[in-house]
């Protein structure tokens, strides 16, 4: 509980307690208007300073002035009528409060819960000095220093570990329980923690560019990308306060002049003015204000708890409307660990073949140029390579030891002029040419992610009605992928502008209420990602380029997180529009009820409070999402 909600609880106790005691003691008249007066500015002077700042400031209706008014009216009624009933007053304003108070609770609650989770800030960095360590901050560590992550602390900034080997719990960046190994060589993200041995890091990012901060720029940001129900509640509120504040003053105006006029009976100012102060306290906006809000924040908060982090409410409801989800392949769909599985049509020996394709592609960082690197297994020497130049979407050329080399697929074939021998097996094919003759081709395959065919069917299960794999591989490897995961379309060979293109047919074709999800990690992606409806990127492996295009990140690289997203969203949505039709339905009801004179303001406030506490309940129903 903050200090904040601690002195609102005591002036709920004490407000109460002299409501109480005030009943018990026998005073009438003035003495008994002042003494009624001290409970009610213990638990109402914040309400009426807000009432009178938003007078001031020219913002009016709002449910401070709503409660003011009604109050104010209330007591003025009471000195009207020299009835001495003061209590309602005093105890609408306290009930007011209780409400306030629950609802501030219940939305700190729901917000540490969430920084809980998110407690992945490091507070310091060990950094290695002349042999020795010395904390320091980490937004003071440039890339390249050495830091040591001892058991139990933190990772501060991603590196490479230069020494040591650990077991690292990752579960506060990717939702999952399972430890992750880290020895010499690896890549490791900040926001980690290290369980077990010593470890030594060279850093590779300054800390405003580490997973950690992204990450935690993410949460806190969320809240900025407002959803369209959001909107909705903001123009309501503007729209319906004034609205209410003048049917109110109409209740207690024209009645009783049409009873004094028209009829030429008593008017009766007092039962009618009362009435219109009740509907004022029953048109209080507060759990529509107040549930909406918490339920996206709860939303993006349980996804946060699961390594999916939606970037704001906005594309949590875009995503809630997902009817096509489109795939990158490699790296998405398959782990993008490339091995070379044959080579054909080769009168060279397999080894010189290789020497050729891993030097021509030796600047490339693609994961196909890496696995022609691995088969090679001999360092490469870059000076005998001259003249590389990469051709987007068809392969390489280049100069080893001053021979052309040429190494692509069919296009880079074609574009060349020289007649291929085409590949019957299912894979990435690299066609080489050297010294502008066909030399053969290399066979490389990738393997399939262990979720990705589960993943497929889960979001079919969720409600997705299409799913769609875009690659630049050839047709062969592409259709074979599709059908070993039940993929329904997909579209093979394709450039980065190709897949721009494609993405904007299959949207074309699709509808309003339909929305398409790209899911894609690497560069190349990002122009996909920012074009798709809902842009989804894998975010442990995936390039800062996809992350910073992307709408949704997951932190662990599973696509199976891609179901549970969509199901998060739905929930969350569900509960959003629950408490809109809830909230707005039970005011109509007890507005009608109030203008009739059956509800009185005892009633009306407990409704308003009841309401505004089941709203938030089940706004915070968001947060829990572990079992969808």
């Known amino acids: 509980m903050t200090r904040k909600q601690k002195k609102m609880l005591i002036r709920i106790l004490v407000a109460a307690a002299l409501l109480i005691a005030l009943h018990f003691i026998p005073v009438a008249g003035i003495p008994r208007f002042v003494l009624y007066l001290v409970p009610y500015f213990v638990i109402g002077y914040d309400i009426l300073l807000k009432a009178g700042r938003g007078i001031r400031n020219r913002q009016i209706f709002d449910e401070s002035f709503l409660m003011a008014i009604a109050t104010i009216g209330a007591i003025a009624l009471a000195l009207y009528d020299r009835s001495g009933d003061y ?61 040591v992550v001892q058991p139990g602390e933190k990772v501060p900034i991603d590196g490479i570990v230069l020494e040591g080997s650990s077991t690292l719990n990752t579960s506060a960046l990717t939702g999952e329980s399972l430890p992750r190994d880290a020895e010499t060589g690896d890549e490791v993200i900040s926001g980690c923690i290290n369980m077990t041995g010593v ?193 987007s979407g068809n392969g390489v050329t280049a100069k080893v030891d001053g021979i052309p080399v040429a190494a692509g697929n069919d296009k880079l074939m074609e574009r060349l002029n020289i007649p291929y021998i085409s590949c019957h097996q299912a894979g990435t094919v690299i066609h080489m040419a050297i010294d502008g ?53 997909v579209y093979s060979e394709l450039l980065p502008a190709g897949k721009v293109e494609k993405v904007e047919e299959l949207m074309e074709a699709g509808t309003e209420k339909s929305k398409l999800a790209f899911v894609g990690d690497g560069i190349n992606d990002a122009p996909v990602l920012r074009r798709a409806d809902i842009g989804i990127a894998m975010g442990a492996m995936g390039s800062d380029a996809a992350i910073e295009a992307a709408d949704v990140v997951l932190m662990d690289d599973d696509p199976l997180k891609i179901s549970k997203a969509v199901r998060i969203s739905r929930k969350c949505l569900g509960i959003v529009y629950q408490n809109i039709v809830f909230a707005i339905g039970v005011k109509m009801i007890c507005l009608v009820l109030g203008a009739l004179g059956i509800a009185n303001m005892w009633l009306a406030i407990f409704a308003d409070v009841g309401v505004m506490i089941i709203a938030v309940l089940n706004a915070i129903r968001a947060l829990f999402v572990r079992k969808l």
């Open 87 to 147: 209590t309602e007053a005093v105890a609408v304003m306290l009930f007011y409060q209780v409400g306030e108070w629950f609802q501030s609770y219940a939305v700190d609650r729901s917000r540490r819960n969430i920084t809980d989770l998110m407690d992945i800030r490091p507070d310091y960095a060990n950094l290695e000095i002349g042999g020795k360590l010395q904390k320091a901050d980490p937004d003071d560590i440039a890339v390249g220093s050495v830091i």
């Open 199 to 391: 470890l030594r890091i060279r850093t590779t990012k300054e800390f405003d560019e580490s997973t950690v901060s992204k990450i935690l720029d993410l949460v806190e940001n969320a809240s900025s990308r407002k959803s369209k129900s959001e909107n909705f509640i903001s123009k309501f509120a503007r729209i319906y306060t004034p609205a209410v504040c003048i049917a109110a003053l109409a209740l207690a105006v024209l009645p009783p002049l049409v009873r004094l006029l028209a009829m030429g009976i008593s008017p009766e100012w007092g039962m009618w003015i009362y009435r219109a102060l009740t509907f004022l306290v029953i048109s209080c906006p507060c759990a529509l204000v107040i549930s909406i809000p918490l339920s996206f924040f709860a939303g993006i908060g349980g996804a946060s708890r699961e390594g999916i982090l939606v970037k704001g409410s906005n594309y949590l409801e875009t995503l809630s409307k997902t009817g096509v989800v489109v795939f990158d392949k490699t790296g998405t769909l398959t782990q993008g660990v490339f091995e070379v599985n044959g080579i054909h049509h080769s009168e060279m020996e397999d080894h010189k073949i290789l020497e050729y394709a891993a030097l021509a592609e030796s600047s490339s960082s693609h994961p196909i140029s890496r696995s022609l690197q691995r088969a090679y297994g001999k360092e490469i020497d870059r000076s005998r390579v001259t003249d590389i130049r990469e051709i």
């Open 437 to 489: 003759a066909y030399a053969g081709h290399i066979l490389i395959s990738d393997r399939v992610k262990p979720h990705a065919e589960e993943a497929i069917s889960a979001l079919k299960a969720a409600g997705v009605r299409k799913t769609v794999m875009l690659t630049g591989d050839r047709r062969a490897a592409a259709e074979q992928v599709a059908e070993q995961l039940g993929i329904d379309e």
